[in-house]
């Protein structure tokens, strides 16, 4: 498994406590992991996590981690370990393994600092299983809000242990040469109040920004949005009704969209919405999207794909209060065989791709899923779309990712663009 930045779908929110003691309970449940080095003493985070402390504490309860391997040590950066194929000797399968079911994302804002205990997970935001990893450095700021921070270390030894193996030498691949070093021998879940030595530490620090939160309650059969529940990106002028179960990643490249909404994976497929701008540049929207339009209709959709259906919104007929184009269509993939009669394995794509006209940027919205699940994303997609609205962008530039960010602001006008 590799660390890949994600984001998640979060209403505003600044979590600021004074003391440790609020943060925690005495009586709450401390995971230890033995080393040859000495302990790692966990507290969790249930309330920022809920699933991943209740997965982990039923993994550290059953021994699933006794005789596993920190499998990829970086020194400065973390350790990682958690993965039932590190008992074997096989090493080429180590860092492939999990329990066999994997955990819904929980990010939250709690900084990856020194000591922090955050899952591992592949490319797909719901990947992550039994796999951890601890952070050594003092603070890994490209990690935050992109992967599930559920607890961190908290006795001087723990942060001993954790130097120690951190140390280790490794090889290319990032895994011990002394693998017995790196072993967690045995695991025990004990309670705060029996446990000695505990360091008397500061709440865990948080991004120091607002972030976006997901704002329709579960117990709610209707959409209903509300002034909080709308994403705002005041750069290039845009809102829209934030819909529940979805995550998003800000674009990390010139090239990328400047957000991504994520879905659950289902049949191998991460179904995504995606947000794109681009400058109008004083053409007319139709000069602008015609040669895009062209090569849509000379693409090679695979056998059983195509356009399905292509709709102009002009004069009075619009789309969100809006000119535009909206287009879909299906695209059949080969898949790798992946069964033991290694037959070949199609996969088709549906997407719905809309065109807005606006006045500084010109914005397309695509949604994609795998044809058999289309539907059951449809209702958010169109929601996001009947409520998307442009304003002034603060600016006509594109900015880097690092200029970007997409906040709740009050001052932010939802007054529409001529």
């Known amino acids: 498994m590799h ?29 230890v992991f033995h080393t040859e080095f000495g302990h790692l003493a966990i507290e969790l985070f249930p309330d920022d996590a809920p699933n991943t402390v209740e997965n982990f504490l039923k993994l550290a309860e059953s021994d699933f981690y006794d005789k596993t391997i920190f499998h990829r040590i970086i020194d400065g950066f973390m350790i990682q370990g958690g993965d039932p194929n590190s008992k074997e000797p096989d090493q080429s399968k180590w860092g492939q393994g999990g329990t066999g079911d994997n955990l819904k994302a929980e990010f939250n804002n709690i900084k990856h600092d020194r000591g922090i205990i955050s899952m591992a997970r592949s490319a797909s935001v719901h990947s992550a299983s039994s796999q951890f990893f601890i952070v050594h450095n003092q603070h890994i700021a490209h990690l935050d809000e992109k992967y599930t921070v559920f607890g961190r270390i908290i006795t001087q030894e723990s942060y001993d242990t954790l130097d120690k193996i951190a140390n280790l030498k490794t090889t290319t691949n990032d895994i011990p040469l002394e693998v017995e070093k790196a072993e967690i021998k045995k695991t025990e879940v004990v309670t705060r109040s029996s446990l000695e030595n505990i360091l008397t530490l500061d709440t865990p620090e948080r991004v120091e920004r607002a972030i976006i939160e997901e704002v329709i309650a579960p ?4 959409a209903t949005i509300t002034e ?7 750069e290039y002028g845009f809102s829209f009704a ?8 800000r674009g990390t490249g010139p090239n990328d969209p400047i957000l991504i909404a994520l879905g659950v994976e289902k049949d191998g497929i991460t179904p995504y919405i995606s947000f794109q701008a681009v400058e109008t540049n004083e053409e007319s929207f139709e000069e602008l999207f015609a040669p895009l339009l062209e090569s849509y209709r000379e693409l090679d959709y695979g056998v059983g794909g195509g356009i399905l259906s292509e709709e102009h919104y002009t004069g009075e007929n619009r789309i969100a209060g809006k000119h535009g184009i909206v287009l879909v269509a299906t695209q059949t993939n080969h898949q790798l065989p992946d069964t033991p009669d290694n037959v070949t394995q199609y996969i088709t794509i549906k997407f719905k791709q809309v065109i807005l006209e606006a006045v500084h940027f010109h914005f397309i919205i695509t949604y994609y899923n795998h044809e058999n699940n289309f539907d059951e994303g449809l209702v958010d997609f169109d929601n996001m779309v009947n409520s998307f609205k442009t304003s002034m962008p603060s600016s006509q530039k594109f900015t880097t990712p690092e200029s970007e960010v997409i906040v709740l602001d009050d001052n932010f006008s939802e007054t529409e663009e001529a």
Do not use: H, P
């Open 3 to 31: 660390l890949k930045l994600l984001a998640t779908a979060t209403i505003l929110v600044f979590c600021f406590t004074s003391t440790a003691l609020a943060f925690a309970q005495n009586d709450d449940k401390i995971v």
């Open 228 to 234: 909080g529940s709308r994403y705002r990106n005041s």
């Open 219 to 222: 117990e709610q059969e209707e």
């Open 242 to 249: 934030a819909q529940e179960g979805w995550m998003f990643q």
